[in-house]
């Protein structure tokens, strides 16, 4: 027990201590810009006053390590500093636009990780089967689509043709949850499309790998039913890969939004993130990074946790 | 309700055979095509008998053994003959009829116990799940039963054994549990399948006598697959010697073993009897190595504690131990792998520095290594040529055509035709080629000593015996010294002048050959030397009764 | 016997010399060529006419080494049709002679030799490999020639915004009245072209790194496996934002900071490979015998992990290829007015909401995604028969 509570506070303190260094990077990335934020900013046509002023407006007069310990301070209370495009406060920017960006990765978690699963442990069952093959070229394919492709195909048929889903997702908080789970469908069906075969794939080759182990050849020599052998001998040494392999989808599930939330111009995070990229509107570019980079590093870390409570070795030592 | 259906099925006046197989054909697959590998092989087996399959590798033994389950590993495929067990004919039954025989009338012990159980259930779990699921009896039933087998298996702790996970068992008793796993619905044939390679030997003895006195008890018929003569001969009540999918000879135990008919049988029960001729006295007092009180450790496990031996020219000096006895971690200090921390290692009186990174060319040269593994000893991507000529190239500065007559001249000192080898890839070359190839890069270098770690272990024993023999010339046409580590009391037996026995990072024992094996002997040693099997079929039992008697 | 040693002596001898003699009669021909094009621009000419004979003198030495089959008199002659190309270019466009299109070239070269030399496995290939392998030559052949085969200019304007498909514009123009075939072609180059020379850095900065730690060990390891830990925690595209942001889109960035992101992915690989040589006693061995860093990762783990690198570069490949068209496609990748299928997509975008009656409209910025798309499928089906076959040789 003492083992793999040590490894579990292990893990958890080497994801704070990585959240730490991330936001460090993300901050120098910043202080690393060559020239003057203030001048590019303001252009070449403001006068020295301005700049100076804005500089001051923007802490820069501070040596760095100052503005990093007041910039991490404000972050752990919650505030994210001002936008320099329309001066709003980020944390409101935030505070919709990240849930709305969680609501649609939700929606494509619940239609992917069901069915990609099934698909996986079907397609190891019946390995080399015409299902197995037409299930690995389609997926195959899936994989190396571009996200733009998948969902300007959709629209073109579903959107456009069909006009059964609306193409542009615009949701807020007015209307009604299902109303919201419509209007988002087709970008949450872009990113099943393309999150699914990952899964899938990976799903079924940890079981494939699994089933040419001795134990599950004991197993069969033991005259169990095929069901009970994947149920009760390969699934639960399999937990660890496949916790591992939903856990990087959910990751990035909620990273790969950015392009499809461009492309149906849903109002989420992602789409926040690359307008302020274009507009090099610094502080709101560095909290968006910053929230992604978070759900990211805590998922994963969620999946490490998790795979090592699976470890019957670790579980039961000696 | 099993057992009555049995003793019925034999008051039926039903026959005595338990099983049949008729001109049996495995095809593997490899290549991109099907091969046979089993070419028509007729067994017949009885109830309550116990046939012994041997052969070496390649033979087909162990596939034939689960053929009798009616199963093919995947790549393998049953491409003819019938096999007929109690009537029903296997290879024309439906998957829900095998599954109805198999664990309930026909079980399997696998070769590692550690592998076949799934770390993910308790031991008692997974006995009980084929008397349950073939409805023979409840659970609670069967875990009695369990307690019970493993009582008779002289497990520790029978009531509370099974309650663990298979990680926290050792591999002897892990085997012992599969034995009784396989036990649980007391089968009519059980599949043996070299169930006791992977055990050391005073481990195996054990494990042997236990399968032997459960087999009794029952009365179950039994295919006992080995690569071991001398093991199958305490075990089996008939043998079957094959050798490439075919049978070679079969018959009785005793008459195999004291009057063969087939040279392949006779070359396998002569396997050990090679014997080094006696030699002078190590002249000289300073030895070409000698290793100096060494202790080391793996992180902060102590692996080697005091160690000391001396190694003279010309001369071959055993180190015999089971696994975790420190005997190729010495090689590792010698090599300057793993630095000591304490004591030293001398060359011709002069101390080697401890880690080899720091030692001269000259002296990596002196020292060459060869491995237990021949597969993964030499780089699978590069040619012969290139393999024995590096080290001409590296330490001697040989180029050119005259490393190519070199290379060629090793080649013929290895016994393998130049023209022929010279050109190969390590993948097409055999197992014991592959260790000729170790053995001529290693003398390519021009070395005094060469540390020998297990050469013979991972080969076929008409293989290794070659092996040993080349070994043996070489030392006398070139004046070689060997340091030789194995577990194998034969190979000690056959090559070494002087012996070194070693247990848990000590050295227990050591002299000159005839000191050593001739009582009175270590305790240790003693238990070492009297746990190797021989090729007497009462050997086993006579072992058990000394050693009972003993306490 | 003897009578079936002499027929394969033939049927070895006759093959050899039906390629050299293809290859001496192109080369004959190129210098008719040169003789003919000498008066416009001397130097540029002798020099071209230079690297044309050695290239053909490197092609002859090699052939005469290479193992023959019945295949490689088919890829000879698809040789000697791609070289009579180079002339073509040589002697007819002078001025838009490119490295780029010379590195095409060699590029499509390369692929040949390796159909020769691997006919026999080729040979059983699945069918989807095969469409894998006629893809990927293709978009090589239209990449290395773009500048012959496109009608018009790259950023050439030719006619009004948005001209239907058919006629003088084979698909049309685009937003801003350039020829879409033209800039597909161009994409080709554009958009591959970066693509690959990004997964190659990416190659040898986390290949070299990743063998290297696997060698030495110890703290270079793990001062390594920590920084690319750190690396790898932040999700690549919105670290890739976030560094653009600051340094700017320029194409040098573009591939420097996604050749370092992706170089994590491969130095974890090329290291977890590597690993599992360098415990094998044959390394062990080399050591020992007091072999130098160099020569263990040349001669003793690099041959022994290619075959997982060689599916890692094609998975990678397809990887920054979909990564870079991603950031096209947001606008902060390659920058107007170099075309590329990414912010072709993007340019062209609109047209898909007027599709509901005229299907054609939609093509417009479809077929630059399916351009990608059927790329990235080319390599992974390939890439897919490859592992599938290296796992197959292991068992």
Known sequence: ?318 | ?551 | MTMAVAGSAFAGQSSPWVSRIAVAAVHFFVIVLFLGSVQTNTWAAILGFLAIHAYSVAVLVYWSRMARSAAGDTVIVALTVEYLLICVLFWELFSLWAWSTFFGLVLVQICAFAMVRYWRELRHAPPTAWFGMVVILIYVMIAATAPIIAPFGETEIVASEYEPWGGKFLMGTDNLGRDTLTRIIYGARNTVGFAFVTTVLAFVLGGFAGLLAATLRGWVDQALGRLVDILMAIPSLIFALLILTVVGTSIMSLVVVIAVLDSTRVFRLARAVAMNVVVLEFVEAANLRGEGLWWIIRREILPNVMPPLVAEFGLRFCFVFLFISALSFLGLGIQPPTADWGSMVRDNATLISFAAGDFQLALTPLVPAAAIALLTVGVNFVVDWFLHKASGLKE
């Not at chain 1, 019946?126 to 394919?141: C, E, G, K, Q, W």
């Not at chain 2, 070496?56 to 596939?63: D, I, L, R």
């Not at chain 2, 003398?443 to 290794?464: K, R």
């Open chain 1, 1 to 318: 027990m003492s083992d793999i509570g040590k490894m579990v506070a292990q893990r958890l303190g080497l994801g704070l201590l990585t959240l730490f260094v991330v936001s460090l990077i993300i901050f120098l990335g910043v202080e690393l810009l060559p020239g003057d934020i203030a001048q590019e900013i303001l252009g070449q046509a403001a006068t020295e006053e301005t700049v100076a002023a804005f500089r001051r407006e923007l802490g820069l007069n501070l040596p760095p390590h100052e503005r990093y310990i007041a910039w991490l301070v404000n972050l752990l209370q919650g505030d994210f500093g001002k936008s320099l495009a329309n001066k709003r406060e980020i944390s409101e920017l935030l505070d919709v636009r990240l849930w709305n960006t969680l609501f649609l990765a939700a929606v494509a978690a619940v239609i992917s990780v069901p069915l990609a699963l099934t698909l996986g442990i079907l397609a190891a069952l019946y390995r080399n089967s015409i299902f197995d093959r037409a299930v690995n070229i389609m997926t195959l394919s899936s994989i190396s689509f571009p996200e733009f492709f998948v969902a300007y195909i959709l629209i073109l048929f579903l959107a456009v043709n069909l006009g059964v889903f609306p193409s542009i997702s615009n949701i807020s908080e007015e209307l009604s949850f299902g109303e919201r789970v419509y209007r988002c469908i087709l970008p949450a069906l872009t990113l099943t499309l393309v999150v699914v075969a990952h899964m899938m794939r990976m799903t079924r080759a940890a079981i494939i790998n699994l089933l040419a182990s001795p134990y599950i050849e004991m197993a069969r020599l033991k005259g169990l039913k095929p069901g009970r052998i994947i149920v009760k001998h390969a699934l639960p040494n399999a937990l660890a890969p496949i916790i591992n392999v939903v856990a990087i989808n959910l990751a990035y599930l909620v990273v790969g939004v950015v392009i499809v939330e461009v492309v149906f111009v849903y109002p989420g995070l992602g789409q926040l993130l690359v307008d302020s990229v274009s507009k090099r509107d610094i502080p709101v570019v560095q909290a968006c990074s910053l929230v992604f980079a978070m759900t990211y590093i805590l998922l994963n870390l969620l999946a490490d946790v998790l795979s090592i409570l699976s470890n019957p070795r670790l579980l039961h030592p000696r």
């Open chain 2, 1 to 551: 309700m099993n057992a009555e259906a049995k003793t019925t099925a034999k008051t039926d006046g039903q026959s005595d055979v338990i099983l049949t197989m008729r001109g049996l054909r495995i095809e593997g697959y490899a290549d991109e095509v099907w091969h046979e590998i089993v070419h028509g092989v007729d067994v017949t087996l009885r109830r309550g008998e116990v046939l012994g399959l041997i052969g070496e590798s390649g033979a087909g033994k162990s596939t034939i053994g689960l053929a009798a389950m009616g199963f093919a590993r995947d790549g393998c495929r049953i491409s003819g003959g019938q096999i007929i067990f109690d009537g029903i004919d296997l290879t024309k039954a439906s998957d829900d009829e095998l599954r109805a025989l198999r664990g309930s009338r026909i079980a399997y012990v696998a070769q590692s116990a550690a592998a076949a159980f799934n770390p993910a259930h308790r031991l008692i779990d997974q006995y009980c799940e084929a008397p349950v699921q073939h409805g023979i009896m409840p659970r609670s039933e069967a875990e009695a039963d369990a307690k019970d087998l493993y009582g008779r298996l002289q497990l520790p702790d029978p009531d509370g054994i099974g309650f663990r996970y298979p990680h926290q068992v050792s591999g002897g008793q892990l085997q012992r549990a599969m034995t009784a796993m396989a036990m649980a619905c007391r089968p009519d044939l059980i599949v043996f399948d070299e169930p006791t390679t992977a055990l050391d030997v005073t481990t195996q003895i054990e494990v042997l006598a236990a399968i032997k006195n459960i087999v009794q008890q029952f009365d179950t018929a039994a295919l006992y697959i080995t690569h071991d003569l001398a093991v199958v001969s305490q075990m089996a009540d008939r043998i079957m010697v094959l050798r490439y999918g075919n049978l070679v000879e079969e018959g009785e135990t005793r008459p195999i073993v004291e009057d063969p008919q087939k040279d392949y049988t006779r070359d396998l029960l002569a396997v050990r009897t090679f014997r080094k001729p006696p030699v002078d006295e190590p002249e000289g007092d300073i030895p070409l190595l000698r290793v100096e009180n060494v202790t080391a450790a793996y992180g902060k496990v102590p692996v080697l504690s005091g160690v000391s031996m001396d190694i003279h020219e010309k001369r071959t000096v055993a180190v015999v131990g089971e696994s975790g006895s420190g005997k190729s971690t010495t090689a590792r200090v010698i090599t300057g792998l793993l630095p000591p921390s304490e004591g030293r290692v001398l060359y011709e009186g002069q101390a080697l520095d401890p880690t080899y990174r720091k030692r001269s060319k000259d002296e990596l040269r002196r020292l060459q290594m060869i491995y237990q593994m021949p597969d993964t000893a030499i780089n699978p991507r590069q040619r012969v040529r290139d393999i024995i000529g590096r080290p001409l190239e590296f330490y001697l500065a040989i180029r050119g055509e005259e490393k190519e007559a070199r290379v060629r001249q090793l080649l013929q000192m290895i016994e393998l035709d130049p023209d022929d080898f010279i050109d190969r890839h390590p993948g097409e070359l055999s197992g014991g080629q592959k260790q000729r190839i170790c053995i001529a890069r290693a003398l390519a270098a021009e070395p005094e000593l060469i540390i020998c770690d297990e050469v013979t272990s991972a080969l076929d024993q008409l293989v290794a015996e070659e092996i040993l023999k080349l070994l043996q010339r070489l030392q006398d046409d070139l004046g070689l010294a060997y340091m030789f580590i194995t577990h194998d009391l034969a190979t000690v037996k056959a090559i070494a002048d002087e012996i070194v026995v070693m247990l848990a990072g000590e050295v227990v024992e050591q002299g000159p050959k005839q000191e050593i094996l001739t009582p009175p002997h270590h305790e240790y040693t003693e238990l070492l030397l009297s746990s190797v099997p021989e090729m007497d079929p009462d050997w086993l039992d006579r072992v058990l009764e000394d050693r009972a008697a003993a306490i």
